[in-house]
């Protein structure tokens, strides 16, 4: 089993809303990711999770707090986003850091 | 961070096979990928090939690595419609991804 979930499917929020987004693994994964992706582009990295500890955060905005309760949860929690922050939210999860990932299918976020 | 490069378009026919290039510039990496997305979905590993390793084949994919040009390609045989996705090719260094733009490969019946 390789997969990784994400709830909820789809967001749509105003800019004064607070929303978590929620990503589950049962693969015995160490580390987690949570990626932005904008229409045509890559996956952009903002945070990295090993062994539930924050590694690494891509200079994200506070708005953006990412949370690992766990070492199959990882909650990215959403706070006074702005119209730029609409983005389809991947989360990915690999064995150790530096492995092949797995993703999920993403939320698609619109902030209005 | 580290430049991965791709074409943006690659069209082919059905029953053809599909070659997409990619060019990487770090060549400490230790793993190289291919990932398929497809519309409003995530992305889906394809296969990988470790960096001392010059060519990979699984089924209908066959990944050829030239290290010292830095050089990527990943080719679908008998390429059918549904193979019509974007393609990116990622490197990885330590604990992050660097991925490419990606390819949209069309694939006409």
């Known amino acids: 089993d390789t997969e990784v979930t994400q709830t909820p499917k789809h967001l749509v929020m105003g800019m004064t809303n607070k929303k978590s987004l929620k990503c589950e693994q049962h693969?015995?994964?160490?580390?987690m990711y949570w990626y932005k992706q904008k229409a045509k582009k890559p996956p952009e990295l903002m945070f990295v999770y090993s062994y539930e500890k924050l590694s690494i955060n891509e200079s994200v905005p506070s708005r953006f707090s990412p949370e690992c309760p766990n070492s199959s949860l990882l909650n990215l929690h959403l706070h006074a986003l702005q119209p730029e922050d609409s983005a389809l939210y991947l989360c990915?999860?690999?064995?150790?850091?530096?492995?092949?990932?797995?993703f999920g299918p993403g939320t698609r976020l619109t902030v209005t | 961070g580290e430049d991965v490069e791709q074409s943006l378009f690659l069209s082919v026919r059905e029953g053809d096979s599909s070659v997409i290039n990619c060019t990487y510039t770090d060549s400490s990496s230790t793993y190289l990928y291919w990932y398929k997305q497809e519309p409003g979905a995530g992305l889906q590993l394809l296969t990988y090939?470790?960096?001392?390793?010059d060519m990979k084949q699984d089924q209908r994919l066959t990944v050829l690595l030239n290290k010292k040009d830095k050089h990527l390609s990943l080719r679908i045989a008998d390429t059918q419609t549904g193979d019509s996705a974007i393609y990116f090719c990622?490197?990885?260094?330590?604990?992050?991804?660097?991925f490419g733009s990606g390819t949209k490969l069309n694939v006409k019946p």
């Open positions: 090939i470790f960096s001392n390793m």
């Open positions: 990915a999860s690999s064995r150790l850091t530096g492995d092949e990932q797995y």
């Open positions: 990622a490197e990885s260094n330590f604990n992050k991804f660097y």
């Open positions: 693969m015995g994964h160490r580390a």
